[in-house]
């Protein structure tokens, strides 16, 4: 019974990682949210978020319209422009403008 609840456990994630992979180029390129200004985590709150929210769809439909290597053709280029995506938010980081800001002191 453990090993079955580790395995759901394990699908679970992988499915996660999968629509995760396949949504954080849309997020990226539209800067829902601000996305590109958000903390690394609150990133992955809203890929997560929007991933659970379209990828269960867009996967059964063209599985349904193309079959399965349609699915498989357009995830995994996803998930490609997802790593360059990533690769590019990673490069270009928000800049901390609280160091270089003077304080201003209350008199």
């Known amino acids: 019974m453990i ?5 759901i456990l394990l699908a ?3 499915f996660v990682l999968f ?11 539209t800067d829902l949210f601000e996305f590109s200004y ?4 609150v990133r992955f709150s809203l890929v997560a978020v929007v991933g659970i929210a379209l990828a269960p769809e867009v996967f059964y439909l063209l599985a349904r319209a193309g079959g399965f ?6 995830l995994g280029a996803s998930m490609v422009a997802s790593l360059f995506f990533w690769i590019r938010d990673w ?5 901390d403008m609280s160091e270089g800001v003077p304080a201003r002191t209350l008199v």
């Not at 958000?38 to 985590?41: A, D, G, K, M, T």
């Not at 490069?91 to 800049?95: F, S």
């Open 38 to 41: 958000q903390e690394p985590l």
């Open 19 to 29: 629509m995760a992979g396949s949504v954080y180029w849309l997020c990226s390129s």
């Open 91 to 95: 490069r270009r980081r928000p800049i």
């Open 12 to 14: 679970a994630l992988i």
């Open 3 to 7: 090993v079955d609840l580790l395995h």
């Open 69 to 74: 290597p349609a699915l498989y053709a357009v």
